[in-house]
């Protein structure tokens, strides 16, 4: 017997943890000790936490709090009926709802209160909705609304009814090479219009890829605009409802202002990698140290963990995790070309046509590594061609010769 997905010990609990009160082997032992309970001595999530010693009396109710204020809020939206909680997350409780004048199923997020005492945020928030509004794309979770309620902002889009990639990868899941390409280049699309139409994603994790009922993979919290600089969010209690910073690109920790798609390439090269290796790519117990890895430590190339994987997918997802943006892909337009390629059996000639970026990187924490000079795949070809037609014709002129030596003696 499991806790149901939407209950409010499991909206409570992943709470808990997003906030950084708890650990997630903390609120594991909280519901295994829960479930052995449940029969003899009910008793809720929230009181147990805090007899085992896990958050606070104090935190307990803040969270109990902001969890009734969320769904009264909810309830407040004119038009839309709640029916259920669909999940919750890094910075929001997501419900289920009916649109009452269109009879369609939709997914509400509301965020927290915080959100709202920062005008700033706020104008962000309205702005990207209304550029998120725009998009529409068959990979995207389409934007239907935003605006207030009780005090809470909201933000209405498209109902996915399926899984995120990263319950399968919760699950223990390891995707194999083909299925993972299938999904990320349905993603890469998303990212591709989203970029086209001037916006980016800024988060893109396994946590914000669906997959619907059909197999359609649906990219969600486009337009979602994060706070600025994520590195002082991370190190705040408050930055602690990011959740660990796994997929994050290295110029967002350094707080860089004018991001460009190629921090949504990496952010999905990082979503890549956990697939077909089962690991995140930078791994460590403090948010802190995952980011001081993103920028300084060298990666393990994906088929050092997983020697199944082609050496093409291993070297897409190097030139998508380069440490500098400029040593990446230029744009999603590109990365689809060699995913496709990948895809197909072929090798990919973009990634080969970049200088190789791990000996480049690694120059620069300081390894002192020669660096492979660039070797154009099609240059490598038109070379060999040459070579083989001299060797040919050298061939030739000595059969002549020889044929010649014979019929005169
Ligand atoms: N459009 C949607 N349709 C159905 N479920 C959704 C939708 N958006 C989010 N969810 C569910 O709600 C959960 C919380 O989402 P969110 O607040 O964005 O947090 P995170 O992205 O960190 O998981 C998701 O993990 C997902 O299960
Ligand atoms: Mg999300």
């Known amino acids: 017997m499991t806790i149901n997905e939407t209950s409010y010990d499991t909206v409570f609990g ?90 369609r199923t939709v997914a509400i997020k ?12 706020v104008e962000r928030f309205y702005k990207e909705g209304q550029a998120a509004g725009k998009l529409n794309h068959n990979n995207i979770v389409q934007a239907f609304d935003v605006g207030e309620a009780g005090g809470y902002h909201y933000f209405i889009m498209e109902y996915v009814e399926g899984k995120t990639i990263y319950d399968d990868l919760a699950a223990g899941k390891v995707f194999s090479e083909d299925e993972a390409l299938d999904i990320v280049i349905q993603v890469a699309r998303a990212l591709n219009h989203a970029h086209a139409c001037g916006l980016i994603h800024r988060d893109v994790k396994p946590k914000n890829i669906m997959i619907n009922k059909a197999g359609v993979v649906k990219l969600a919290d486009m337009g979602l605009a994060r706070e600025t600089t994520d590195i002082e969010a991370a190190q705040t209690e408050a930055g602690k409802a990011y959740g660990t910073p796994y997929y994050i690109a290295p110029e967002q920790i350094r707080g860089k202002i004018d991001i460009d798609g190629r921090a949504d390439i990496y952010g999905l090269g990082a979503t890549l990698y ?30 050092h963990i997983n020697t199944t994987l082609s050496a093409g997918i291993s070297e897409v997802i190097e030139v998508m995790m380069a440490k500098r943006k400029e040593n990446r892909y230029n744009n999603v337009e590109e990365l689809l070309e060699d995913l496709e390629a990948v895809r197909n059996g072929q090798p990919p000639l973009r990634a080969h046509k970049r200088f190789d970026v791990s000996a480049l990187e690694q120059l620069e924490i300081g390894e002192a590594i020669e660096a492979k000079p660039n070797i154009d795949i099609e240059e490598t070809l038109a070379r060999y061609r040459i070579i083989m037609v001299v060797l ?10 020889t044929i010649l030596l014979l019929l005169s003696s």
């Not at 109990?64 to 839309?80: L, T």
């Not at 509301?110 to 945020?121: D, M, T, W």
């Not at 040919?392 to 010769?401: D, K, M, N, R, S």
């Open 274 to 303: 956990h697939m077909v290796t089962g690991r995140v790519p930078f791994m460590a117990e403090d948010p802190t140290d995952v980011m001081r890895k993103h920028l300084k430590e060298q990666l393990i190339p994906p088929d």
């Open 392 to 401: 040919g014709a050298i061939a030739g002129a000595l059969l002549l010769t």
């Open 14 to 103: 992943k709470m808990a943890v997003e906030q950084g009160f708890c650990t997630d082997a903390e609120l594991r032992h909280s519901l295994e000790e829960l479930l052995s309970r449940r029969k003899i001595n009910p008793v809720m999530l929230k009181d147990l936490m805090v007899d085992l010693g896990y958050i606070t009396q104090n935190q307990a109710e803040r969270l109990k709090k902001s969890i009734k204020e969320s769904k009264a809020a909810a309830h407040q939206i004119p038009g839309y009926q709640i029916l259920g909680k669909l999940g919750a997350g890094a910075m929001a409780i997501v419900y289920k709802a009916k649109q009452l004048s269109l009879n």
């Open 110 to 121: 509301v965020l927290p209160k915080r959100f709202s005492e920062n005008p700033e945020y």
